[in-house]
């Protein structure tokens, strides 16, 4: 088990590549340790408190408020802090943005975009926009292979495939209809330009936070739609109802929203988000370099499209990559093999991973390699 | 502020009489802060492991075994562990049980009921089959006053009403029709006959953990319904799919799920629901007994049907109520402000709740009547 290199004299942590939910920043991890029993001056734990307190109103307000600094979110769009994963927001989207005789453009260019049209297709009608399903998603779909609908009612896209390792470099131009972005496993991991999208889904449990809350950023006139469903959507299921009550039409998941404002802070501290996009390409880097080295490794992804948060791999044969995960996982680098529909490696690397991690992971490559290369 | 009487030496607490999110058992709250930081032979924290690692897989499976040890659940009903509390179930429950053609019974006996009923509406047909509504829901509807439809899809019933103060003392004869109970403000704080409801669903956040995971509790013959509309439903609102799942179609809230089972073993702990009945009924009794002692305070709920949960009782003056919050909440007493629909005041007394605390505002409760009674 590696020791991990932080003032934690008696602890041990393992490196966790595991793709979400995923490594916390340490010094989050220690505020909440220290405060667990009662918050200061409030003489109540965090995971005791009302959510109609001021203490908790507080807390809220200090996430949201941390989180427009950290995008820079312009004016006219509302955060909401919700349950249910990503998942959850494969369902609400369509119900909420999808009327009857109207299309939604869907971008196909992963596994979860595949789950969020199956979904939509429940709800509405659905067009793919583009595809690249036949190649395993091994890329994402160009500018130029989009077949936008007249009149669609949004166009939906993954910024970051998880479990392909793939991500958008630049948003695609989607014209005058309304973005809809899944960003759950590359949420504030890089500048994130709020503009150009309409709404933006998060689960927490990649690098915003514990799992348990989803981050949502809605333009105002999307809402509209959703205030024009309230006699017939169910309430937990209309934005509008969760905006009107500031996410606290019901008892939301106080302790996943206060550790999600903690890592809100922490990020702040790092100088936002241009500073952690800097430091997670430089981390990424150090392991494509060492993947595209000599050919022992092969990355799976297109090399354009490569993700900076989820790096895939192969080696020449599955005994080989049994190997590989059985003597990672006793040298104390967790959660690295990859999802079972794409096989071998898979190395997450939020920004709360560290990059000693990461030069400890191309150490053990080099050395792995060395010894059956 | 009250120093709590536990062996904390530095940390001072206060009295939390909140409705929930709601007081926890110091030795959970303890075991929480010890491992936050790396979970025992792990080397991560709690909140940062994965879902479908095999420490996760045997917390839940833990979880769900100490759950059918204390409410002593019998063969062919499902342990669910879900998202969005009871408010997302006022949903489910009408979208995966109630076909079109068919009613749905409900008993109308407090502000929670109502939301479920508003919620239903939007679903499918709908029988009050009796309400208290006109009497501010300061009782439970009778047996004889319940207005059963032939062949209800469900019967739904609220069992204990945090707002109103009021608590079913035996469960109601719906005949032959499937009990849904919304258990949310009374789960597991005395014995439950699980075999006489078809689902019973609970928020955490009052007597089994912090908020952010929903217990449900559904019999199999309920779940076929729900199998049966496995092609329309949204994945994430259908039983069926998070059953065939164990609980991990999604993402669960892991740290909410983890400190559930804390909470479970805590009440093996403490001699199981027929001891923490015992101790609740004590510790509300003595409050009752103080409320109708001299005429001073006077409770709001009807004898019969007082809740042991949450203790409503209100002052001959608004002024005086006020006085009372001011002085109580200054003295370390916090969350003693009843709901805003009752007015007055309101002790929530779940099973986290010291019984000194208890004798401490009944104290309190004698010394201001002397001083302005």
């Known amino acids: ?16 590549f595991a793709a979400g939910p995923a490594v916390l920043p340490v010094p989050v991890l220690e505020e909440i340790q220290r405060d667990l029993l009662a918050l200061p001056g409030v003489g109540m734990s965090i995971l005791e408190i009302s959510h109609r307190s001021k203490t908790f109103e507080s807390i809220l307000a200090r996430a949201e408020a941390d989180i427009r600094a950290l995008a820079a979110i312009p004016p006219g769009y509302r955060v909401l802090f919700l349950q249910g994963g990503a998942s959850l927001q494969f369902s609400m989207v369509p119900m909420n943005l999808l009327g009857p005789g109207s ?3 869907y971008i196909d260019g992963g596994s979860w975009a595949d789950k969020a049209i199956k979904e939509a297709k429940k709800i509405g009608r659905v067009n793919i926009a583009a595809s690249t399903k036949a190649e395993s998603y091994a890329r994402i779909p160009a500018q130029s292979e989009l077949v936008l609908s007249p009149d669609a009612a949004y166009v939906h896209m993954t910024s970051n495939n998880t479990i392909e390792g793939t991500q958008y470099k630049q948003l695609p131009d989607v014209g005058p209809a309304p973005l809809v972005s899944d960003a759950s496993s590359e949420m504030f991991s890089r500048p994130i330009d709020v503009g150009r999208h309409a709404l933006i889904y998060a689960g927490a449990q990649k690098n915003l936070g514990p799992a348990g809350v989803t981050l949502v950023i809605i333009r105002d006139d999307l809402l509209q739609r959703s205030a024009d469903k309230k006699s ?56 494509y370099a060492e993947i595209d080295r000599s050919g022992f490794y092969r990355g799976t992804a297109a090399k354009a499209d490569r993700s900076v948060m989820n790096v895939t791999f192969r080696l020449a044969t599955e005994e080989l990559e049994k190997r590989f995960i059985v003597e990672s996982t006793a040298a104390g680098f967790d959660g690295i093999k990859g999802h079972r529909a794409v096989g071998g490696m898979r190395a997450s690397i939020y ?23």
Not at 352 to 368: I, Q, R, S, W, Y
């Open 1 to 16: 088990m590696v020791a991990f290199k932080e003032p934690m004299s008696t602890v041990h942590r393992v490196y966790n």
């Open 103 to 105: 299309t939604a453009d």
């Open 232 to 287: 017939s959507l169910p309430s937990m299921m209309n934005y509008a109802v969760h905006e009107e009550n500031g996410s606290l039409y019901n008892t939301p998941p106080t302790f996943a929203v206060y550790a999600l404002g903690l890592v809100m802070k922490w990020l702040l501290a790092q100088g936002g988000l241009a500073a952690v996009g800097v430091a997670n390409e430089r981390k990424a880097a150090k392991l």
């Open 351 to 373: 920004n709360a991973f560290p990059e000693e991690g990461v030069d400890a992971l191309v150490d053990f490559m080099k050395e792995f390699e060395q010894r059956l290369g």
